[in-house]
Nanobody, 115 residues
């Protein structure tokens, strides 16, 4: 069984930075890919950034050049470094771990971007 737990959200001013963390526990060797998703009030959950294995990354166009996803093989942690934050980046950020036959989601961490 795999579990993922997010942390690192909070309130930040526009232009500021945050780093989100997602700790995976359990049979983590079965995780093929991981991703960060954002859900704003009234909107559907959308992919912000994903990583296949430990190096192949992809980003939503809206965050390219500002966000960086990474994954630590030893610590079993995935990160999302968010720079130059904008109000439209706000929402609940969810971590997802993809394994053969199922996806595991975390509970989410709130990011608020406001002055």
């Amino acid at each position: 069984q795999v579990q993922v737990v997010e942390s690192g959200g909070g309130l930040v001013q526009p232009g500021g930075s945050l780093r989100l963390s997602c700790v995976a526990s359990g049979t983590t060797l079965r995780i093929n890919a991981m991703g960060w998703y954002r859900q704003a009030p009234g909107d559907q959950r959308e992919l912000v950034a994903g990583i296949v294995g430990f190096t192949e990354t992809k980003y939503a166009d809206s965050v390219k050049g500002r966000f960086t996803i990474s994954r630590d093989r030893v610590k079993n942690v995935m990160y999302l470094r968010m720079d130059s934050l904008k109000p439209e980046d706000a929402g609940v950020y969810y971590c997802k771990a993809a394994m053969p036959g199922r996806d595991i989601w975390g509970q989410g961490t709130q990011v608020t971007v406001s002055s």
